[in-house]
């Protein structure tokens, strides 16, 4: 069974761990109130709404979001996808201390979202200047 639209962007707050709030946010709307309207009453989303949600969550695969066929995610962003794999990142040095934060608190729940945006878009960034560097390899190898 194909999911409804309003189903798929509900399916896309819920797996980024956002509020209809955050997520109107992040999408560049002043408030939740398009995006509750298109969730809660099953309204149709404009194509301005569709592309801000595409080029704000660059690992939705588009073709998902507008029809529903294929996998949520582009088949190349899986990995960037959270939860994210942090153990190899630099540890933080012992005399520097980690402030602990209230989650419920919602101000830096919105901030975490948007860091964990910005780690995907690292992590893709990353992974696209890996494969350049083995294009570039390959290529200096062909030529020896």
Known sequence: MVLSISDRIKLIIKEFGLTKNSFS???GLSNNV???RIVNEER??????LEKIIQTYGSINARWLISGEGEM???DMSKAYPPYNLENLPAVSEQEPIPKFNIRDTYFE???NKLNRVIVRLVRKNDAL???IEELKSL???QN
């Open 140 to 142: 200096v190898n062909s």
């Open 110 to 112: 919105e901030e975490i």
């Open 25 to 27: 946010k992040a999408i």
């Open 73 to 75: 995610l582009k088949e």
């Open 44 to 49: 149709k989303p404009s194509f301005e709404i």
């Open 34 to 36: 398009t995006i509750g």
């Open 130 to 132: 890996e494969n350049q």
